[in-house]
């Protein structure tokens, strides 16, 4: 399914008040409406005489996050709830079950549209009581040539459909109607949600500049003694403060904690020399951001430090410049590991041909991931990454992020014969990252807010 979306927005101003104000002149109550109804017509143009089927999830002991499909196809953000898409039904094609109101619940969980409001508010064909579920599922499944569902955590929902398809639909398939498969509901849902329509982008963008605040801030506030736990909560704050949520655990890593792709501990004291890498995304209404910076905690890189942040940040430079319609992601990664491989020997942290070096990926031992991701609804969004083959090409409306970095281990292993050079670079710990957006004529680093020359950098 290609899906081409209309002319794109310019950039948020940094100011927040002035985002949150263009923000609602793209993203209204109204347009959203529009785009869940326009989604799902889509999506069941896709499915046939399919029927499908996805469940959100039931509320945890952390809270409650809604499946990122569910809410891509309908807005509805509660949990417990089914989503049924039957475009072959003569009279329901949109159907939700959810849970009932029920007063003595809600004063522990909070407030529940209930039937009747779900109705109203997202315009459902018909919806039913969660459980209505054995006796009204069936019809909008009989008539259906395929079942799509994704067997997932809800192992209650997962038995009803194994129910389903082992006693009631055998009948009809002895018959020779009924669905014959059950099929995975992704691929073309994924697809659909690679590219961003105009209200998504705006959605990201406002994800995009509240995180640049919070990143610009916790620069602002570092300084040696101060432990990495207080500048993840002044970036926590600021997003909660503005109206978001993290996208993911932030990443504060100070000294050699930076060369720990995951780090999450966030408690150790940050000292002079030492570099800070801050890796850290906002969530708003449900669209992700996802940025990282490294600079020094006392304001001044060391020769060594400044070596590698150069050479990361022309790796970086390097594979944004790759990033337009018609190229594919290997060439955003290819970009980034040939500066970093070349940067790598010049420095004498890798011997051999640049050629041969990539061939037999020993750039490895210090870059070891993937230059990016797709972005959107989740920070690992919907797509494919394909090394060494063309795939897809890349399309106006996708997002991308856009993160080359170089860890040198404290007991990293190096070339022989450079043991005084090579204690220079130990512990350093370097990745800069920034999301990117598909434009028709090239792209827009969206997160462009959050400084990262040398000159920035140092303050």
Request: hydrophobic share 35%.
């Amino acid at each position: 399914m290609s899906i081409t979306p209309t002319p794109l927005q310019s950039n948020f101003p940094l100011n927040l008040q002035g985002a949150t104000e263009h923000l609602q002149s793209v993203v209204t109550e109204q347009s959203r409406s529009a785009e869940y109804l326009d989604r799902r017509r889509r999506y069941m143009a896709a499915l046939g005489k399919g029927t499908a089927i996805f469940c959100s999830p039931a509320e945890g002991e952390r809270g409650f996050r809604q499946s990122s499909d569910f809410y891509y196809l309908t807005g509805f953000d509660e949990p417990g709830a089914v989503l049924v898409l039957a475009p072959h039904h003569d009279r329901h094609q949109f159907i939700l079950f959810v849970q009932p109101k029920n007063r003595d619940q809600e004063i522990w969980t909070g407030a529940r549209y209930g039937v009747g409001g779900a109705k109203e508010k997202f315009g459902a064909d018909v919806v039913y009581a969660r459980e209505e579920l054995d006796s009204q599922l069936f019809q909008y499944i009989q008539n259906a040539d395929r079942l799509y569902y994704h067997m997932g955590s809800d192992q209650s929902f997962n038995h009803l459909i194994i129910k389903f398809w082992q006693t009631g639909l055998r009948h009809y398939q002895k018959r020779g109607i009924g669905p014959i498969a059950i099929e995975d509901p992704m691929p073309v849902l994924s697809k659909m949600r690679r590219v961003k329509s105009p209200q998504e982008i705006a959605l990201m963008q406002r994800a995009a500049d509240i995180a640049a605040k919070a990143h610009n801030q916790a620069r602002e506030i570092t300084a040696p003694g101060r432990y990495e736990y207080e500048i993840a909560a002044e970036i926590e704050y600021i997003f909660h403060k503005s109206g978001g949520d993290l996208a993911y655990p932030s990443i504060v890593a100070t000294g050699k904690n930076s060369c720990i792709l995951h780090y999450i501990a966030n408690n150790q004291q940050m000292q002079d020399g030492d570099l800070l890498l801050i890796d850290a995304g906002c969530r708003y209404e449900y669209y992700c951001s996802d940025i990282t910076r490294t600079f020094p905690v006392n304001g001044k890189f060391t020769a060594p430090q400044k070596a590698i942040y150069e050479l990361v940040l022309a790796a970086q430079k390097q594979a944004i410049e790759q990033v337009k319609p018609g190229n594919f992601y290997h060439q955003i990664h290819e970009a980034a590991v040939k500066v970093i491989t070349e940067g790598l020997v010049d420095l004498g942290l890798l011997r051999g041909s640049v050629e041969e070096l990539i061939k037999t990926e020993k750039y490895k031992s210090f870059y070891m991931h993937n230059t990016g991701h797709w972005l959107g609804i989740d920070v690992h969004d919907t797509g494919t990454y394909k090394q060494g083959e063309e795939g897809e090409p890349l399309q106006p409306g996708q997002v991308l992020t856009v993160e080359p970095g170089i860890y040198i281990n404290a007991d990293q292993p190096v070339a022989i014969g450079q043991p005084v050079l090579l204690e220079q670079w130990r512990g350093i710990g370097i990745r800069i990252e920034d999301d990117v957006l598909v434009t028709p004529d090239g792209c827009e680093v969206l997160t462009s807010g959050v400084p990262k020359s040398v000159a920035e950098m140092e303050r």
